[in-house]
């Protein structure tokens, strides 16, 4: 495939991203109304895992993990378990518009975390656009409070662990082709849930509850796992065929998807307040991206100085 159009396969795939991803939301909602959140973040991975086995046959890749990959992916899956709790919790009784807003101060805390944690270099300019991004984070978190109490930070929790998720896959990605790592890490987060469920009920915790779905509910609970393995399939095979550079400014479409399957569907709206907290995120994240392109190209043309000019 040409260059060009593994580009443009990648944005083509990427934008799929971003119709299918609010779609788990819409879903997990739905189910919420009648379902625990506990049930529906199981049965999520569970119909991950029964979705990706069969193409992992399919492909002939090794299921086999050493110890490295098997760590990796307990974490890889934890987090996942934790960032997919958080949002579905936040989700059941706010505007997923609202709630996503929220998380997408994501990419600011894998900034921080970069420089704090993992001594990266972030330079001040960076910092900066990363609090404001925070601050704007803020605006839709003050109405949202009032509305709704502290679920309101529900989403925070999900920016934080989906963060740490991100950062695990990518150490693990160097390891494991993403096809059995999407498998594994569905059947790692299943099975820890299991007992996670059980102690949650024998607990008497309504949230973790162990409630088989019953009618319809069956079906948001199995669309909830569908959508979510199409969509992160869908932004795993973008980043292969395209630069995640050219990539991370179309992510932010998925907050124009998730608005309108919102308000078609729940009939939610976002208010001024939030359209001003959406407005600056996304113009803190998209300077962020600016910056990181920067850097990067600035990194190039000092290990590699441009060739002599012909004379």
């Known amino acids: 495939m040409e260059t060009n159009d593994r580009i443009l396969a990648g944005i083509a795939l990427m934008i799929c991203f971003c119709i299918f991803a609010p779609l788990i939301d819409v879903a997990a909602k739905l189910a ?87 001594a990266e270099q972030v330079g001040p300019r960076r910092l900066v656009a990363s609090a404001v991004g925070f601050a704007g984070a803020l605006l839709v978190i003050q109405p949202s409070f009032a509305a709704f109490g502290p679920v309101a930070l529900f989403p925070l929790g999900t920016a934080v662990t989906f963060a740490a998720y991100m950062l695990v896959t990518r150490h693990l990605s160097r390891e494991m082709h993403p096809v059995p790592m999407q498998f594994h890490t569905a059947l790692v987060a299943a099975l820890l849930c299991v007992p996670l469920l059980v102690a949650g009920d024998a ?33 795993t095979y973008a980043l292969k065929f395209a630069p995640s550079a050219t990539l991370a400014p ?38 962020v991206i600016h910056r990181e392109r920067q850097v990067a190209r600035a990194a190039r043309l000092t290990v590699e100085p441009p060739a002599p000019e012909l004379r």
């Open 203 to 235: 607990a008497g915790e309504p949230s973790l509850a162990l409630t088989a779905p019953e009618g319809i509910f069956w079906l948001w609970c199995a669309s909830v796992g569908i959508a979510a393995t199409v969509s992160h399939m869908a932004m």
């Open 250 to 287: 179309l992510h932010y479409l998925e907050i124009v998807t998730a608005t309108l399957f919102g308000y078609l569907i729940f009939d939610d709206f976002p208010d001024a307040l939030t359209w001003a907290g959406v407005a600056v995120i996304v113009g803190s994240g998209l300077y």
């Open 32 to 118: 919420a109304q009648a379902v625990p959140v506990g049930v529906v973040t199981l049965g999520r991975f569970v119909v991950q895992g029964a979705l990706m086995l069969p193409v992992v046959l399919l492909m002939g890749q090794s299921f086999r993990l050493t110890r490295r990959t098997l760590s990796l992916t307990l974490l890889r899956a934890t987090m996942s378990i934790l960032a997919t709790y958080c949002f579905v919790a936040a989700v059941r009784v706010m505007p997923i518009a609202d709630a996503l807003a929220i998380a997408f101060v994501e990419p600011f805390i894998i900034l921080l975390i970069g420089k704090l944690v993992l």
